[in-house]
């Protein structure tokens, strides 16, 4: 059957057209995927975000503009076809997305941890009930080695849903002892706590440290002193000494 000229030249400025405007919607895509890129990681880098987070996550948005500019291109040359493929497409995306949706649901959360930064590689922080130094921290966990020298794998979406204490985020850390002393002695005085722990080690001048007095029964005071340190469990042998040398009339012990 011969061809009809007419509808040849039709099909072909047809096709022609689609494949001007496919040509543009590619370029435009590129180009707008590359600022999209370059931006997206300008912004990571204000926040201080890791190098390999900011990469990756340069290149998940790059690769979604592309995404779009290619489904974009697909529906000029498809038309009509463009929603039957479009719905196979998103019905494969969420049979995949169900199957994945605990790796996914841990890189995203790990995406979040390499960008928000709530610890950082060498902090001690404590989740579900683990301690430990963080060690690494990649897109799907997040590698602790405790004081005892074991490793826990913890998955990072574990830090959406639970509390984290991050042990090392402020340089100090609070410690209190308990002065007791006979009721008619003189009342004691922040000054003289002051001091008394001044010359103590590890002991931090800010904040610095207080009293308050507790109760007044049977005959006796009880007050607590409240100081800070940047390794705890070291400065509270050295106040007890420096209260029990400066109020050696009183009982200085830990509650």
């Keep these: 059957m011969p061809l009809d000229p007419a509808v040849v030249r039709e099909n072909l400025l047809d ?3 689609r ?9 435009v895509t590129l180009l707008l995927a590359r600022g999209v890129r370059a931006a997206t990681m300008r912004a990571l880098a ?3 975000a890791y190098a390999n987070a900011t990469i990756l996550i340069g290149n998940v948005t790059q690769i979604a503009v592309i995404t779009i500019g290619a489904l974009a291109i697909v529906a000029i040359y498809t038309r009509d076809a463009f929603g039957w493929i479009l719905g196979s497409f998103s019905a ?9 949706q605990d790796i996914l649901k841990n890189f995203f959360a790990g995406a979040w941890v390499l960008v928000e930064r709530p610890f950082n590689i060498g902090d001690v922080i404590e989740v579900s009930g683990f301690s430990g130094t963080v060690e690494d921290i990649s897109f799907r966990t997040t590698q602790l080695r405790t ?3 074991r490793e826990v794998i913890v998955p990072n979406g574990t830090f959406m849903t639970s509390a984290v204490v991050n042990l090392t985020r402020f340089p100090t850390r609070r410690a209190s002892a308990w002065l007791v002393v006979a009721a008619d002695d003189d009342a004691i005085t922040a000054a003289d706590v002051r001091a008394a722990l001044a010359k103590a080690d590890g002991i931090s001048a800010e904040p610095p440290p207080s009293i308050e007095l507790r109760s007044v029964s049977d005959g006796k005071a009880q007050y607590v002193v409240t100081f800070w340190a940047a390794n705890r469990d070291a400065a509270i042998p050295a106040a007890l000494r420096a209260l029990r040398a400066r109020f050696p009339q009183g009982d200085v012990h830990i509650g």
């Design 147 to 149: 004081d005892d020298g």
């Design 46 to 48: 204000r926040h201080r």
């Design 92 to 100: 494969v995306a969420i049979v995949i997305g169900l199957s994945l």
């Design 19 to 27: 494949t001007f405007w496919a040509l543009v919607i590619a370029a």
């Design 15 to 17: 096709y022609g057209a």
